[in-house]
């Protein structure tokens, strides 16, 4: 009886010695996480967050019982998100015992290799290109890959500082999305291009009519190279920006020039822009304010307007051409929109980029106005794909959320994103590290350049812009 006693008294000390060297454990693993800045998961939710590269790890050993395939998940499966993290970390990309994609699905890309692909010492690197030749400013644009439009606002304070310096690092460009300027933008010393939305945030007087001055006031930042006006976006054709009552604090209030603490909610369109004329009209006007190349981007749902604007720009000249258009597939975004609108309107990219360059190289305008593709291009394939239909630039939004850390919460609109990415939510902000961001978001942007360019060697070509529709192969057309 005496040694049951001992032993039960025994296994209690074990036990409290167990229990309190656990204790002790999650005490440091609480506090390297809360004070480390690598991972915005592990540093907003310390502790609970390493879980979750528990599961991302037996994923990869239980996924055939438990979890989705590689390709099946939507918006972004996990092969896409996958690439884009370790391109971000800069980790080898390299892959053994075969491809996970089905090259016999209907729509798969296949690039055809070349008899006689280019040695590494033969290749150049991608030159810079002139846009807007008849401007005060043209505007050499380095890079053929950058970063699509986001407000501040949708997406958080640090968020935006980690895109401005990581774009400086990698030679891109960041647009401002709808949002107006903010000194975030401008904190790392990116290239910028302006975006006018619907409501002119930023550029807006008290009324909320256009200002030429405020227009002046942002053109005198030589940051901001080009200014884009938005005709549609590809989450939402037909409808304004959103950005709801708790995420207009008095910061952003101030940027774009309403009331703070009210949902923003801007037009479905330009007022001053009833036909192609006035867009044309537009154009021109802020580009003599401004002296610096202007464009527009637009949703494709039809087509015979562009051949109108086309006859019209014949008509007064290859001057008074949009210097770019910015064409945005149907295929979401990184704004919030009613399903109605993402799941059916607009066209989507694989069929209106290549109508589009059609249309300007019948009319002989492919040269004057440059081609901006936007639209769930995050992999190399889909960059390169866009290069050999005629684009001359590729933007990308949600590529670049992954670089910072996105985890596809789809909590965008909510001001709750776990990763401080799209949230005004100062705590969970604390979990974006800028300057280690802003690496990821450079290392992303410089391995899809390297990755585009690898294919285009495949192909043949020394120069990526050297991709033509004959290099691609789009499986179930006979082409």
Sequence with gaps: MDNLSEYINLAVIVFIFVIGLLFLCAIILFIIDITQNKHAIRRNYPLVGRFRYFFEDMGEFFRQYFFAQDREEMPFNRAQRSWIYRSAKNI???????????????????????????????????????????????????????????????????????????????????????????PYHLSGGCDIIFQIGTAKYGVRDENGD???????????????KMFEIKLSQGAKPGKGGILPAEKVTAEIARIRGIPEAQASISDNRHKEINNVSELLDMVNHIRHVTGKPVGFKAVMGSYEWLEEMCLKIKEMGAESAPDYIVIDGCDGGTGAAPLSLMDNVGLPLRESLPEVAKILEFHRLKSRIKIVASGKMVNPADVAWALSQGADFINSARGFMFALGCIQAMKCSKNNCPTGITTHNKRLQKGLDVEGKAERVANYAKNMIKEVEVIAHSCGHVDARLLTKDNVKIVGNNC
């Design 92 to 182: 080898d990309n390299m892959v053994a015992f075969g491809s996970t994609k089905d090259l016999t699905k209907k729509g798969a890309l296949i690039f055809k290799n070349s008899f006689i692909p280019v040695l590494q010492e033969d290749a150049e690197p991608t030159k810079p290109m002139i846009i807007g030749e008849y401007c005060d400013n043209p505007y050499a644009a380095k890079s053929f890959f950058n970063i699509s439009a986001m407000s501040f606002g949708a997406l958080s304070s640090v968020a935006v500082k980690a895109l401005s310096k990581g774009a400086e690092k990698s030679g891109i460009w960041l647009n401002t999305g709808e949002g107006g300027l903010s």
């Design 210 to 224: 256009f200002c030429d001055e405020k227009l002046k006031e942002v053109a005198s930042h030589e940051q901001v």
